[in-house]
């Protein structure tokens, strides 16, 4: 079965800093990757994902992933955080087709902090 | 830009009780899915929903669970016999077809007492 293993349980940065936050998958074919951000009392918000093709993927609010299948790893990147990014990130796999499910499995999160 | 809604957003109940989780999915999008968070805990995966019949589910989603289209823009989920351990956000997601994108709703806090 496919697993999400989000290695950084919380991490703090400062704004204008650089982020990375850690995600890898164990899945035996190509998976199909996504991060999605939760603010606080909302809902789940697609950043980007990646299917085949180019490794690294380009989001929303200008989060950007790379995708390397030597180290089964999705790792999400924002080159200068804003206060506005402290949410929580959660690093999914759709680990295969299977007729009509196509079901998502999470790691267990990053909460981002932002300091000012 | 259309969006999944979900009602109520928060709902107490007391152990035993049903209780019906609403959810509107995006207007052309004909997956539907379920997934809860228990607070601290990942996101799961519940049961996932196509052409008004259960395509997958998990080992959470036992008898006491049931999901319902009742009609073209409604999904619900069910619980018959509420747990403290119910007690969670559930999360109402929809896709559509020829899409892996899974689109989510903002989620109904379930507490149970």
């Known amino acids: 079965a496919q697993s999400v293993t989000q290695p950084d349980i919380h991490i703090t940065v400062s704004e204008g800093a650089s982020l990375e936050l850690r995600c890898n998958y164990s899945?035996?074919?190509?998976?199909?990757l996504f991060w999605y951000v939760q603010s606080p009392g909302q809902g789940l918000q697609l950043l980007l994902k990646?299917?085949?093709?180019?490794?690294l993927v380009q989001g929303i609010k200008g989060f950007e992933a790379e995708f390397k299948r030597s180290q089964s790893s999705f790792n999400l990147r924002k080159p200068s955080v804003h206060w506005s990014d402290a949410a929580e990130y959660f690093c999914?796999?759709?680990?295969?087709?299977?007729?009509?499910?196509?079901?998502?499995?999470f790691g267990t999160g990053t909460q981002l902090k932002v300091e000012l | 830009e259309p969006e999944v809604t979900q009602t109520p957003s928060h709902q107490v109940t007391q152990m035993g009780q049903e209780v019906i989780l609403r959810c509107v999915p995006i207007s052309n999008h004909l997956y539907f899915y379920w997934y809860r968070q228990i607070l601290g805990q990942k996101v799961e995966f519940l049961v996932s929903?196509?052409?008004?019949?259960?395509?997958?589910k998990s080992e959470i989603f036992d008898d006491q669970f049931s999901v319902e289209r009742p009609d073209g823009s409604n999904f619900t989920l069910k619980i018959r016999s509420t747990k403290l351990e119910d007690s969670a956000m559930y999360f109402c997601a929809s896709r559509a077809s020829g899409s892996y994108e899974q689109y989510f709703g903002p989620g109904t806090r379930l507490t149970v007492t």
């Open positions: 990646y299917f085949s093709g180019d490794t």
């Open positions: 929903f196509y052409n008004n019949e259960i395509s997958e």
């Open positions: 999914a796999v759709i680990g295969g087709l299977t007729g009509g499910g196509n079901k998502l499995t």
């Open positions: 899945y035996g074919a190509t998976p199909y």
